[in-house]
Structure formats: C-alpha cells, structure tokens
Nanobody
Framework: QLQLVESGGGLVQAGDSLRLSCAAS????????MGWFRQAPGKEREFVSA????????YYADSVKGRFTISRDNAKSTVTLQMNALKPEDTAVYYC???????????????????WGQGTQVTVPS
C-alpha cells in the first residue's frame, strides 16, 4: 500500500513562496503519476499540477501556470510543488495524490488517482 505524507504548508503573505513536499512510502514511486490538488473552504477539490512517472511531462492548471513548478525524485520517493508569487486565492488544503493508471488525457482528473495524502494547509491572507 502506497502512503503519502505532505509537508511544507503554512501562513505566508501575498507574493511569498512556499515549497510543498510529498513523501511516499510502501511502493516504488516510479510506478505512479503524481498530482497535486487543492480544496478551499466551500469549494470543490481542484487540480493544481501533475507529473508523469518519469518526470518527462508536467501539467498545470491555468491559475497556477508560470507560478508553480512540480518536480519529482523517484530515488528519494518525493514530489515537490514549488509555489511562487502566492495569491490569496491560493489559500486551500493541498493534497498529494498518486495514480498508477493516470494517462496524459486523464492526469488532471481526481478520479485518476487512488492514493491520497492527508493534506497540508496553505493560507495567504488578503
């Protein structure tokens, strides 16, 4: 069973940066496409970013493109989301997810991921 643990969230000011990490254990991370999703209070969970199993392809929501960067280190079983120029609308709980069957066509869909972390809170006051 793959287990995912997120870290790195916090309270920051608009324009600041945060680096979220997702540590995986239990299975080789290279077996999975990896994604980051977020959920703000009263809103649906939404796609943020994803990366293919070997890091060769990356995907971003339009709202974060140019500000966020996803990367992975399969040898260290970690996935990182570098978030720059944070905005109040980035405030949410951020979830790391792993999908063994996600494809280029489905990478942005939460239903493509069957392993989820517990989430880490990111707060950017307005």
């Amino acid at each position: 069973q793959l287990q995912l643990v997120e870290s790195g969230g916090g309270l920051v000011q608009a324009g600041d940066s945060l680096r979220l990490s997702c540590a995986a254990s239990g299975r080789p991370l290279s077996n999975y496409a990896m994604g980051w999703f977020r959920q703000a209070p009263g809103k649906e969970r939404e796609f943020v970013s994803a990366i293919s199993w070997n890091g060769g392809s990356t995907y971003y929501a339009d709202s974060v493109k140019g500000r966020f960067t996803i990367s992975r280190d399969n040898a260290k079983s970690t996935v990182t989301l570098q978030m720059n120029a944070l905005k109040p609308e980035d405030t949410a709980v951020y979830y790391c997810a792993a999908g063994a069957w996600a494809t280029a066509a489905t990478m942005t869909l939460a239903t493509s991921y069957n392993n989820w972390g517990q989430g880490t809170q990111v707060t950017v006051p307005s």
